[in-house]
């Protein structure tokens, strides 16, 4: 089993939809989580981080972690065809402390 | 100005030849690293250094080394280059040590290897 599980979609939702994007993982140490947004042919780039269980909000962006559930989410409101992309969670914590990353969930916001 | 800069961004050579990738980052951090994102799009780090030091270092093959010369840059030197190694390296920085959570990528090197 993967330490970090995320569906690699791809996901296709009309403009102005809401998006939900998922990851679960299965190491309970893990503290620090992180949504990173990839557009094609680019590298990552860091679009939400959360310290432990809760929420946390940036704009359209939405962070929840769950952590008795071991899943965290990000939500999309009012998507955009410029959110079409790539997005990676990540987390980190424990002994070693890595980084891990999940496969990615492709996203396209259809005009 | 570009954060952190990696050249070259495409590189197709063969099978058996030795290639590098060079990175640099102007952010000021104290911790650099190397990350290998295949076909699926699953992102591994390889190594990680910090203030010239190698602080992870993944279970890669020795045909990988990377190389530190100051804070500001992190080269990764490939030997005897595999099918299988075709992939895109990513480099990236951070600052606070491998604790960091803002970590910033390059655009990436996409390396086939045919």
């Known amino acids: 089993q993967k330490e970090v599980e995320q569906d690699p979609g791809p996901l296709s939702v009309p403009e102005g939809a809401i998006v939900s994007l998922n990851c679960t993982y299965s190491n309970s140490a893990f503290q620090y989580f992180m949504w990173y947004r990839q557009y094609s042919r680019k590298g990552p780039e860091l679009l939400m981080y959360?310290?432990?269980?809760g929420n946390k909000e940036d704009g359209r962006f939405t962070a929840q972690v769950d952590k008795s559930s071991k899943y965290i989410s990000l939500f999309i409101r009012d998507s955009q065809p410029s959110d079409s992309a790539t997005y990676l969670c990540a987390m980190r914590g424990g002994a070693t402390n890595k980084l891990i990353f999940g496969t990615g969930t492709l996203l396209a916001v259809q005009p | 100005d570009t954060a952190v800069s990696q050249t070259p961004k495409y590189l197709v050579t063969q099978m058996g030849n030795d290639k590098s990738i060079k990175c640099e980052q102007n952010l000021g951090h104290d911790t650099m690293y190397w990350y290998k994102q295949d076909s699926k799009k699953f992102l591994k780090i390889m190594f990680s250094?910090?203030?010239?030091?190698?602080?992870i270092n993944e279970t890669v093959p020795n045909r990988f080394s990377p190389k530190s010369p100051d804070k500001a840059h992190l080269n990764l030197h490939i030997n005897s280059l595999e099918l299988g190694d075709s992939a895109v390296y990513f480099c990236a920085s951070s600052s606070g040590g491998t604790s960091g959570n803002t970590i910033y990528f390059g655009e990436g090197s996409w390396l086939t290897v045919v």
């Open positions: 250094y910090n203030n010239k030091e190698l602080i």
């Open positions: 959360t310290y432990s269980s």
